[in-house]
């Protein structure tokens, strides 16, 4: 099926540096969703967008609707240990109806002590 | 907070036995999904649920059925498993919106 297309696979910071991430696709999308997923656990639903051009915050992390719906952004600030882990974009593209959702591959995220 | 439960965290099981992984929500929500997970191959869909009784395949329906008798379970069966379906199966929920809630996932291993 369809992926998006996420980048950088992996990144490897250090304790306090800033994290941006984005993902991109060929199709529109009218949602955008940011996910986090610890080692053995399932996602944890991180962020929601809805809106072209959409600003939205959920503490130190902050994520952007594409102007064009077909990209979207994902940045933390100031990281902290916590915040290893595998970070997933998703959305359903409006040619598959509202419910399904395709993926990104993931961008894993290492900091260095 | 929604609440999304899935019967085992591990399961090992042997080729060809049957298996059931069961999934259990507590927020009404009325779509369920089956996922599984494997390194360099993302989250893939295998089957959905829009209602009771009701199902669709996803991507990858092959060597899985299920079932959704009640509003808040969705159970995925591997009729006769084999050494491929070794994965991490999620189950997730959503009501009538994009947002997907996940459980915590069972890690299965066929011997």
């Known amino acids: 099926g369809q992926q998006l297309n996420q980048s950088p696979q992996s990144m490897f910071i250090q304790e306090g540096e800033d994290v941006s991430m984005n993902c991109t696709s060929s199709?529109?999308?009218?949602?955008w969703l940011w996910y986090k997923q610890d080692p053995g656990e399932g996602p944890v639903l991180l962020i929601a967008l809805y809106k072209a051009g959409e600003l939205t915050s959920n503490g130190r992390l902050t994520a952007q609707f594409g102007i064009t719906r077909k990209d979207s952004f994902l940045n933390i600030s100031a990281s902290i240990p916590s915040d290893v882990g595998i970070y997933f974009c998703a959305g359903p593209p409006l040619i598959q109806g509202a419910q399904k959702l395709v993926f990104g591959q993931g961008t894993r995220l290492t900091i260095n002590p | 907070d929604v609440k999304v439960t899935q019967s085992s965290r591990y399961l090992v099981k042997r080729t060809g036995e049957k298996v059931f992984l069961e999934c259990v929500q507590d927020m009404d929500h009325e779509n369920m999904f089956w996922y599984r997970q494997d390194p360099g191959l993302g989250l893939r869909l295998i089957y959905f649920s829009y209602d009771v009784k009701m199902k669709e395949k996803g991507d990858i329906p092959e060597g899985y059925s299920v079932s959704r008798e009640k509003k808040e379970r969705f159970s995925l069966i591997l009729e006769s498993a084999s050494t491929n379906q070794t994965s991490m199966y999620l189950c997730?929920?959503?009501?009538?919106?994009?947002?997907?809630?996940f459980g915590p996932g069972t890690r299965l291993t066929v011997l």
């Open positions: 199709s529109i999308f009218n949602t």
């Open positions: 997730a929920s959503s009501l009538d919106r994009a947002e997907q809630f």
